[in-house]
């Protein structure tokens, strides 16, 4: 069966601090992936999405990047942290298909910056 | 672009029935999906339609109108574990065809894009 891990759970970063969250896929190959941020009162916004390894897609200009080393390995970084980076990261997956199979998420990590 | 939006909150009693609307504009369709997400914690899928009509899944329900862009949840017999949010995602053709495109052009393809959610509470 397939899964997904995301780490680390809960990040405190101070404001100008790097930043690299790491999400894996196992029992699955060439996925789509994604990564989610999800602010206080605000919907699931998409960041980034990829759909095979160096093939990365931003949403929206912003100081985070991304990038995909492996086929089930997916990183969100930065530089420097802003306040408003603050929020719920979602890494997800899907089939890589093109019918309409449904997103996986994982766990997420909370990130507040101080 | 794509615009998705499902009221903010809703209140309802246990064993009641509650509908969550959710209305989209996009510039192509293929599918709408529905979402569970208790706080802190990740979404996770309740349904899925493509085609027009109802699909029902035990207690939860969800309806399509792709004419009217008009997407309803129905939750029967609602239980005090329901209370959470309930999102409203949408992916269209246009991605779709992005997708591809860019499998030639080794570029990302599609993605579903969610409303903000409405935020249910089921009280005793």
């Known amino acids: 069966s397939q899964t997904i891990h995301q780490w680390p759970a809960t990040l405190v970063q101070p404001v100008g601090s790097p930043l690299s969250l790491e999400c894996t896929v196992e029992?699955?190959?060439?996925?789509?992936l994604y990564w989610y941020r999800q602010a206080a009162g605000r919907g699931l916004q998409l960041l980034f999405y990829?759909?095979?390894?160096?093939?990365i897609s931003s949403e929206v200009p912003q100081n985070l990047s991304a990038s995909r080393p492996q086929d089930r390995q997916f990183i969100l970084s930065s530089k420097k942290l802003l306040l408003s980076d603050s929020g719920f990261y979602l890494c997800?997956?899907?089939?890589?298909?093109?019918?309409?199979?449904?997103?996986?998420f994982g766990s997420g990590t909370q990130l507040s910056v101080l | 672009g794509q615009n998705i939006d499902q009221p903010t909150e809703m209140t309802a009693t246990e064993g009641a029935i509650v509908q969550i609307n959710c209305t989209y504009q996009?510039?192509?369709?293929?599918?709408l999906f529905w979402y569970q997400q208790h706080a802190g914690e990740a979404p996770t899928f309740l349904s899925y339609?493509?085609?027009?009509g109802l699909e029902e899944k035990g207690r939860f329900s969800s309806f399509l109108s792709r004419s009217k862009g008009y997407s309803y949840l129905l939750l029967k017999e609602l239980q005090m574990k329901d209370s959470a949010s309930y999102l409203c995602?949408?992916?269209?053709?246009?991605?779709?065809?992005?997708?591809?495109?860019?499998?030639?052009?080794?570029?990302?393809?599609?993605?579903?894009?969610f409303g903000k959610g409405t935020t249910l509470s089921v009280s005793s």
């Open positions: 990829s759909v095979g390894i160096g093939q």
């Open positions: 339609n493509v085609l027009d």
């Open positions: 996009t510039s192509g369709f293929n599918g």
């Open positions: 029992g699955t190959s060439n996925p789509n």
């Open positions: 997800a997956w899907r089939n890589n298909g093109t019918g309409v199979e449904k997103l996986f």
């Open positions: 995602a949408v992916r269209d053709n246009r991605g779709l065809q992005a997708q591809l495109w860019s499998r030639k052009k080794g570029q990302a393809g599609t993605a579903l894009i």
